[in-house]
């Protein structure tokens, strides 16, 4: 598991604890994670297993979890060209 992939993301033992982000970044700073931090973790931890155990289902899950990194980027990007990134609004 990479270590240090996100201080809001912790491990002991079997147990995980993700802190969200409260509140906009802008508004309160970065007190959390978000859901991409989710998502490579959850990318990582299939790595990690992956290379003792390979299969095609987590290649395949590694492949989606991708798509679902970039659909996210693109949201931040329609945001950023809206002016909304880093607040509540919706857009």
Known sequence: MEAGLNKFI???GSKI???FQDGPI?????NGCQID???MWCKSWIDLHNETHPCDEN???MVRLM??????KMR????EALGIEG???LG
């Open 59 to 61: 290649r395949l899950a």
């Open 37 to 39: 931090d989710v998502i």
């Open 67 to 72: 798509e679902a990194l970039s659909w996210l």
């Open 17 to 19: 604890t993700f802190k």
């Open 87 to 89: 607040t509540s609004t």
């Open 26 to 30: 802008s508004v309160s700073g970065v």
């Open 10 to 12: 912790t491990t002991e």
């Open 76 to 79: 931040k990007l329609n945001r």
